[in-house]
């Protein structure tokens, strides 16, 4: 059972223990049962006010709160007349989590108060907001008292009303003795907790668009890399016919196509188109072997970049060189490595595709 540590006078004012006479000296009463009160001020830290009688009733150490609930109020109506007084930063968090990403947006903005703030003193022990004001957002706010852990009513986001929680921890008993001391303990752990403001500037509705934007991005560069990795799997699994044969393999007969817009790709290869923007489409592909490389046991394979559909305006300087070195004779630029290659690509591209004829990629 809690202890008064506070109680009021005949006059109905908040009394803290410390600040009374020592007794039935006091002048306090039992704010709940409205019987009058000793102040035990003992050398023991836990000085408290006592029914005269001795007649404690759970009630009557609840009412402590209730009273500790008003000097709260006070103290908020002090603070929020302060000239130079604001209220804090409205931030919504939003999250996107999907198997590959985990990514935050922030929307947020600074509603200040237009205009008179209506105190409600009734409203201070139910649920009901202490204050009501009008937002420069052009919306109504209310504003409510939470104590200690107190759990904050389930935030309605659909309100079309604003709510503010001013939310303060229980001061320690030694702090309880004195008024100065409890409300210094009270404002500077009491702060400003925004439950709810809605939307109407459409700063959230924006954030959520820019956070769907960004993992559908990631979710196509990525799904690009896999296909690219694919393929390039399949192409070490299974080796497209050699050009270049040792002295007992035949050209074989089926006669691969050639594409122009692919100088020196292999034959019967997927290509992997990626348009970066309106000007600028690549196509990769796997270049064929040349020289007298023994095509059995050749673990290196060569890839190319060509500027689809063909060379456009300063091709051989739109890649950086870590990625590849322009052939400027041959019409492509010959990739260092070719997950890098897709990396920087995937990670540009507006649109990418595969097929096994680049004719398939007109007009993408
Ligand atoms: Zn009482």
């Known amino acids: 059972m809690s202890k008064l540590f506070i109680a009021q006078d005949a006059a109905g004012e908040i009394r803290f223990i410390g600040e009374v006479e020592r007794g039935a000296e006091c002048g306090c009463l039992c704010p709940e049962c409205g019987s009058p009160l000793v102040a035990r001020q003992g050398m023991a830290n836990d000085w408290h006010f006592a029914h005269e009688a001795s007649q404690e009733r759970p009630e009557c150490g609840a009412a402590a709160l209730h009273l500790l609930r008003r000097f709260v109020f006070q103290l ?9 007084f604001t209220l804090p930063i409205y931030r ?19 509603p200040q108060i237009l205009g008179d703030v209506q105190w409600r003193p009734e409203a201070l022990d139910d649920g009901e907001p202490v204050a009501r004001a009008r937002l420069d957002t052009g919306v109504d706010l209310h504003i409510f008292v939470r104590f200690g852990d107190a759990a904050a009513a389930p935030a ?17 008993t030694a702090a309880l003795r004195d008024r100065r001391l409890a409300a210094q303990q009270l404002e500077s752990f009491g702060e400003f907790f925004w439950e709810h403001h809605p939307d109407t500037q459409g700063l959230v509705r924006a954030a959520q668009e820019r956070l769907e934007l960004r993992g559908d991005r990631i979710y196509s560069n990525w799904l690009s890399m896999v296909d690219a990795k694919r393929q390039a799997l399949a192409d070490a699994a299974a080796p497209a016919a050699p050009l270049f044969y040792g002295p007992s ?8 196509r050639r594409h122009a817009c692919a100088p020196g790709h292999a034959p019967n290869i997927n290509f992997t188109f990626y348009r970066l923007n309106q000007q600028e489409a690549w196509l990769l592909y796997l270049l064929e072997r040349v020289g007298p490389n023994d095509w059995r046991t050749a673990q290196q394979k060569f890839y190319a970049l060509a500027p689809y559909p063909a060379p456009f305006e300063g091709w051989t300087e739109a890649v950086p060189r870590a990625v590849g070195v322009p052939d400027e004779a041959l019409g492509f630029i010959r990739l260092a490595g070719f997950l890098d290659a897709v990396t920087y690509l995937s990670r540009r591209a507006r649109v990418t595709r595969s097929h096994r004829d680049p004719s398939a990629f007109q007009g993408l």
Do not use: C, I, N
Request: a negative charge; zero cysteines; hydrophobic letters at 35%.
């Open 76 to 84: 908020l109506q002090q603070q929020m007349s302060t000239p130079g």
């Open 156 to 172: 309605r986001t659909d309100s079309e009303v604003a709510s503010l929680s001013f939310k303060v921890r229980m001061p320690p």
């Open 92 to 110: 919504h968090e939003l999250t996107l989590t999907r198997s590959l990403v985990h990514l935050r947006e922030d929307a947020q903005w600074a």
């Open 249 to 256: 393999s035949p050209d074989s007969a089926d006669a691969s």
